[in-house]
């Protein structure tokens, strides 16, 4: 069923209901879903995010019996997962004037997808606004949330947050708004956080931090109940469970060598991002380390982090013998990874790994932290050209965050 409610003065939602079961993320949706689309009917007429890929043929031929495509200027793409971003195909191509506006990153997904052309993207940036005649839209980027290339939609004069996938819930409820609702949703809403935002909630903290100072009368999800009463109640909500707590027993060790201090770098970003989730770190260079305390300090470690950089095919110093004590040890329990800075083969990296994954430690890969992340943007064994510049010097924070994330679980 696809609806057309009013939500605002000119503002719709025009979504569609689905109350089967709906298979998703290796889960079933009992309740069914909705997949909310808003059509802001200004003088530039705007739809915000569309509906799944299943129904988009018929959700464009709902739009046209409401309005002149035509007329429509812009196409607002918070999330390109085609439980929303599943239309965009065919209402591009009857669409001919309307623009698409997205993320860097969401431009480049959506071209992969569905290859719309370069000239039919507008790109944001953080805290950008959008004037479409009668109302103006901000956006702010909320990465991770829960794909990389996410971003949340203002609107300025309405006062309401149009964030797609967060403050979501799966109910197919008939009754858009929640102060309409028959049962107290607040469970079906903790636990749509649960699944989707709270593995990815250092962004969900990120995302408060921009939506703070504003005044947000209405929230209008992608999934499920449109939040009009107790907004402030739902965010709050947010921020309670994404506060993460120090975790006091899960302890790291990264072990590395380094030539000339690349890999030493490399070392205190991947701990930024483990202390920034709480995990006690102890970083060892093993120039200035003896055996036996590292051999301690491995014992007592949930996740041990090796590394090396290369030099002619090989890795630094005397590492490989503690890589192999340090493997004699009962690591059942335990998480390991590898990683190192390198010029042009980075070799250490892959023998450290080859190591590892011989033992009855759990190896984090790239494959295991898709399944763990449910993105990509972990790439381990972690390798580094050179020294780590500033994006690289983030993506070894984010490896130690994600690394942290596993171990507070
Ligand atoms: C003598 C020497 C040999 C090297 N051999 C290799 C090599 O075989 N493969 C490679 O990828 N990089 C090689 N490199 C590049 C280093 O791995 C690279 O400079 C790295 O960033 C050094 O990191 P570090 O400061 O942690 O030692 C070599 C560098 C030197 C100085
Ligand atoms: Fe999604
Ligand atoms: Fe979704």
């Known amino acids: 069923m696809l609806n057309k409610i009013e939500v605002a003065k000119n503002s719709y939602c025009v979504g569609k209901i689905d109350d089967r079961d709906v298979p998703f993320h290796r889960l079933m949706l009992t309740k069914g879903t909705t997949y909310n689309a808003y059509l802001l009917d200004t003088d530039k007429a705007t739809l915000i995010d569309t509906v799944d890929i299943s129904f988009g043929m018929e959700f464009v031929k709902h739009l046209e019996t409401i309005m002149d495509l035509q007329k429509l200027q812009y196409v607002v793409i918070n999330h390109v997962e085609p439980d929303h971003a599943g239309a965009i195909g065919a209402l591009m191509n009857k669409a001919k004037n309307a623009i698409i506006v997205t993320t860097e990153l969401g431009k480049k997904f959506l071209i992969g997808m569905f290859k719309i052309k370069e000239d039919r993207f507008h790109i944001i940036r953080d805290g950008e606004t959008l004037d479409i005649g009668g109302k103006t839209l901000q956006f702010f980027e909320t990465p991770f949330l829960h794909t990389e290339e996410t971003m949340v939609t203002y609107c300025i004069e309405d006062k309401i947050l149009y964030p797609c996938d967060q403050f979501s819930t799966h109910i197919a409820n008939y009754e858009l708004f929640n102060d309409l609702a028959k049962e107290d949703i607040t469970e079906d809403f903790k636990v749509y956080y649960k699944l989707i935002m709270h593995p990815h909630r250092p962004y969900v903290r990120a995302m408060i931090d921009k939506i703070k100072n504003l005044e947000i009368n209405m929230i209008c999800p992608s999934h499920g109940y449109v939040l009009r009463k107790d907004v402030q109640k739902y965010i709050d909500l947010y921020d309670e469970l994404s506060q993460v707590e120090l975790s006091t027993d899960k302890k ?7 030539m000339t201090g690349n890999t030493s770098k490399v070392a205190q970003g991947i701990k930024e991002g ?9 970083v060892v260079n093993i120039k200035s380390a003896d055996l036996n305390t590292i051999l301690d300090l491995a014992k007592e470690a949930s996740a041990i982090i090796i590394g090396s950089s290369t030099k002619y095919g090989d890795m630094i110093g005397n590492i490989e013998d503690t890589i192999k004590e340090i493997i004699k040890l009962d690591l059942s329990e335990k998480l390991v990874t590898a990683f190192g800075s390198y010029g042009w083969s980075g070799e250490a990296i892959e023998i450290i790994n080859d190591y590892l994954r011989n033992t ?9 932290m898709i399944k763990a992340t449910g993105d990509d943007h972990i790439k381990l064994p972690l390798r ?26």
Do not use: W
């Open 384 to 409: 580094v050209n050179f020294a780590p510049e500033e994006q690289m010097k983030a993506q070894c924070v984010d490896t130690g965050i994600a690394i942290g994330e596993l171990l507070v679980k």
């Open 360 to 368: 009855n430690a759990t190896l984090l890969d790239t494959s295991y």
């Open 274 to 282: 483990l202390v920034e989730m709480g995990v006690e770190t102890n």
């Open 252 to 258: 790291a060790l990264i072990v590395f060598s380094s």
